[in-house]
């Protein structure tokens, strides 16, 4: 059975449109809130009753989403064309000067071009090299000793295979087990 079709006007009787103001905007609010974690949106939702009172819900913050919407009309009412591209064009040669310095950084730290630098900017990139090389040798060792400890108890286990129920049938079989296990992992 299908919903009759409700006519949108002003409900007269004032009890009966607080109480549907109040169920319609509890509605509203929900479904903004389901609207910005189902989807990952950014949502903002303002209202005020016929009262003057405010409701007001913002997802991740009211303030942040405001000042974001206030930058995109201001940019979009704004600018013209060649504001547009002129920004565009001076965003292009940023990116184009860290990309150089960048290229600039790798061929330092792998050892090219150190002509071009000075003596203070040799031993910042010798500090640098030195950390780097001490979080590289550490992690290393890391990786070392687990991989051993693997390796060890590979060998344990191929050297002293863990018991079936069928075979270990006395308690002096199971104690010396015990022993030869303890005796391996210290």
């Given at each position: ?6 006519q949108?006007?002003?409900i ?7 109480s ?5 905007k ?14 990952d ?7 005020f ?7 007001e819900?913002g997802?991740p913050s ?14 979009k009412d ?10 565009l064009?001076?965003?292009?040669e940023?990116l ?6 960048l ?8 050892g090219?071009?150190?002509g071009?630098?000075s003596?203070k900017e040799?031993?910042h990139?010798?500090k ?11 992690r290393?060792?890391?990786i ?13 286990l ?6 079936s129920?069928n075979?270990?049938?006395t ?16």
């Open positions: 059975m299908a919903r009759a079709k409700l949108l006007k002003t007269e009787n004032p009890v009966s449109r607080r549907t103001f109040s169920k319609r509890t509605g509203l609010l929900r479904k903004a809130s389901e609207i910005s974690i189902l989807c949106a950014e949502v903002a939702l303002i209202i009753s016929p009262s003057g009172k405010l409701y819900f997802s009211m303030n942040r989403i405001m000042e974001k919407y206030q930058k995109f009309t201001t940019i704004h600018t013209s064309f060649s504001e547009t591209t002129e920004m064009r001076l965003e292009l940023n184009r000067r860290r990309m150089k310095n290229q600039n950084m790798y061929k330092h730290m792998i090219d071009d150190l071009s630098l003596f040799l031993k990139l010798e640098q090299i030195s950390l780097g090389s001490r979080k590289l040798r550490s290393k060792d890391k070392s000793v687990e991989y051993i400890g693997f390796l060890k108890n590979k060998v344990f191929a050297t002293y295979p863990p018991p129920s075979i270990m049938t308690k002096t079989d199971s104690l010396q087990l015990g022993k030869i296990i303890g005796s391996r992992k210290r």
